[in-house]
């Protein structure tokens, strides 16, 4: 069997580049480049890179998005909160889902530390409001990342919104 090796990505520290982490978002878009001879704009498809906080938004994406089994090398990465989406909206479920996060996220995230997760039922909406703090340890960086978990979204983890606390 083939092998790919990104050793490119492992350089944690190149901070005179100005980032600390570098990781691939393995979706192919599509793009548009400038040429530097003509300036004509070339469209075409490629693979984006995310840097810092953007790759912890990435890798974390990842960890949402897949449901343990689904990966064939490494069955057990993921977490599976779809599971939850059609049950009633309860604490005893938002206290589940929390802790489900904060295991996942300590299991396939070294990068960082959970300082919190809060997860708040709605059951007008049959939707959770997940809120979660984090430290990104090398950048000593504090993230806030929000999402909603509802029937119609399934995990709509694609919207992360990203605050950065100063304090």
């Known amino acids: 069997m083939g092998s ?3 050793d490119n990505l492992r350089n944690v520290g190149k901070t005179e580049l100005g980032y600390t982490y570098k990781d691939l978002h393995l ?5 548009t480049v400038s040429t530097k001879m003509t300036n004509e704009k070339i469209k075409g498809k490629d693979i984006r890179v995310d840097y810092d906080v953007d790759a912890i938004i990435n890798s974390l994406n990842n960890i ?3 449901i343990p089994g689904e990966r064939f090398l490494v069955p057990t990465f993921g977490i599976n ?3 939850y989406l059609f049950s009633s909206v309860s604490e005893a479920i938002a206290n589940r889902i929390g802790s489900e996060i904060v295991r996942a996220i300590e299991l396939w995230e ?6 919190q997760v809060q997860v708040i039922g709605r059951p007008e909406q049959h939707e959770y409001q997940v809120t979660i703090r984090l430290t990104i340890i090398a950048i000593k960086k504090k993230v806030e990342l929000g999402t909603t978990l ?3 979204t399934s995990i709509k983890i694609t919207n992360l919104n990203r605050n950065c606390p100063t304090a």
């Open 64 to 66: 949402f998005k897949t």
């Open 27 to 31: 979706d192919i878009e599509e793009s």
């Open 150 to 152: 509802n029937q119609d």
């Open 81 to 83: 909160l779809r599971r």
């Open 110 to 115: 070294p990068r960082v530390i959970v300082d």
């Open 4 to 6: 790919l090796k990104l």
